[in-house]
C-alpha cells in the first residue's frame, strides 16, 4: 500500500469514526441554514403569487410560465454546478450559488413587471438549482455509514421547516409589508449567510477522489482538533486524467443506464408531484373555490406542519426501514389519494382536495429526503456530485412543466383530470421502484 492509498484508508476510518461528530454538526448547521433559504423561496413564492397574479392581472397559463421560468434556470443550474463542484469542489459551486440566489432575490423586491419578475427568477433559479442538489451530496459526504439516513435527512428536514415559515410569515408580513417584503427578507439573510458557506471546509472524500488523499487527511485532522478550514487554495492533482480534469466519462458510473433508469423516473415524478401542487395549491383554492387569500394560507400552514411531523419521523426510520421500502411505497401512498380526487370529479370540494393533498403532500415530503440521501449512495465519489446534479435537473424539468399543465388544465376546468394524471406518474414510479430499486443503507460512502 503507498502512502496514498495509506492516505485515503486513514481519511476515511476518521470520517467513520464517532469521535469527529463535533464539527460534521457545526457543518450541517450552516449547510442546513443555506438550504432552509431555498426551500423558503420554492414555498414562499406559490402564497405570493395569488397576490402578484391578482396585481398584474395574469391568467392561469401566464402563472404557469412564472412558476416554469423559475423552474427552467434551476434544471440548467442543477446540471451546470454539478459539474463545477467536480473540477472545483463542492464548497466553491456551492458559494457561487448562494451568491446568485441571494441578489436575484434581493432584487426581486424591485420589478415592476412580469416580465421582469421572470428574468429574476431564472437567474435566482441557476443559483437554487446548484445549491440543492450538491449541498445534499455534500452532506452524503461527511457523514458516517452508521446513522447516515438519519444524519441527512435530519439535515434534509430543513425544507419542510422552510416549508412552514413560509406559510406563517407569508401571512403575517403579506398583509402588513406587501409582497416585496418576502424577497427582501430572504435576499439578506442570503447575503448575511454566505461568508459562513464561505468558511467550510472542502468534503475530505470529494478531494480523496481527486487524488488529494494528504491534503484531505490533513483536513480531518484539523477539523477534529477544532482548527476548522475553509476550502482555501488546493494543491495541483497527484494523478492525471480523471482527478486533474472533468470527463464525461466520470459523469457516467459504472452500470450507469440502469441507474439513470431507476432515478430518472423517480426524480422526474417528484417535480411534477411535488412543484405541481406546492405551486397551485393557493390558486386553487382562492379560484376554483373561491376561498379568501386568508383561508388558503391558513390550510398551507396546516399542511405544512403535518409534512414537517413526517419528515422527522422519516428521518428517525429510514435506516431501519431502508430506502427502497421508503421510495416504493412513498409513490403508492401520493398516487392513491390522488385516485381518489379525480373519481370525485364535481363532488369534489375545498375540503376534499385539502385533506387529500395533504396525505399526498405528506408522503411526497418523505420521498424528496429520500431522494436526495438514495441518489448520492448509488453513485462513486468521482461522479457522484456531476450524477446527482443531473438528475436534480429533471426534477427541475419536471418541476418547469407541472405548473404549465395544471395551468392548461385549469383553463380548461379539468381539475380532476390533473390529479389523475398526477397519480398515474406516481403509480407509474412505484412500479419501476418495484422492479429496479436496491438498499444501499449498509454501504460506506
Known sequence: ?????????????RLESPSSDGWRHRVRLVVGM?????????????????????????????????????????MIGSVVFGFFSERYGRIRALSVAVFIFAVATLLSALVQSAAQFEALRFIQGLGLGGHVPIAATYITEISRQ????????????????????????????????GWQSIFWLSGVAGVLLLPFVMRLPESPRWLCARGQARYALD????????????PGPLPAPV??????????????????????LLTVPLWFALGFLNYGLATWLPIIYTRQFRLPVSDALDYSIIRSVIIF??????????DAIGRRKIVMGGFLCAALPLVALALMGSAMTAGWVFFMTLITSFFVAVLMLAVYLYTPELCPAQARGAFTGFNAAVL?????????????????????????????????????SFVMARETRHLVM
Open 239 to 260: 494523478h492525471g486524467g480523471a482527478a486533474g480534469r472533468l470527463r464525461v466519462s466520470l459523469f457516467l458510473p459504472r452500470d450507469s443506464l440502469r441507474l439513470l
Open 146 to 177: 452508521a446513522g447516515r439516513g438519519r444524519f441527512v435527512l435530519l439535515y434534509e428536514s430543513i425544507f419542510a421547516v422552510g416549508n412552514v415559515l413560509a406559510a406563517v410569515i407569508c401571512r403575517i408580513f403579506l398583509a402588513a409589508f
Open 219 to 230: 483536513l480531518v485532522r484539523g477539523l477534529e482538533t477544532g482548527k476548522q478550514q475553509g
Open 34 to 74: 443555506a438550504t432552509f433559504l431555498d426551500s423558503f423561496d420554492i414555498f414562499s413564492i406559490a402564497f405570493v403569487m395569488p397576490v402578484m397574479a391578482s396585481l398584474w392581472h395574469l391568467s392561469p397559463v401566464q402563472v404557469g410560465m412564472v412558476f416554469s421560468i423559475g423552474f427552467l434556470g434551476q
Open 1 to 13: 500500500m503507498n502512502a496514498d492509498d495509506g492516505s485515503v484508508a486513514e481519511c476515511i476510518a
Open 309 to 318: 411531523i413526517g419528515t422527522i419521523a422519516c428521518s428517525l426510520a429510514i
Open 396 to 432: 427541475r424539468f419536471a418541476s418547469m412543466i407541472a405548473p404549465g399543465a395544471v395551468g392548461l388544465g385549469m383553463s380548461h376546468g379539468s381539475i380532476a383530470g390533473v390529479f389523475m394524471l398526477f397519480a398515474a406518474v406516481g403509480l407509474m414510479v412505484s412500479g419501476i
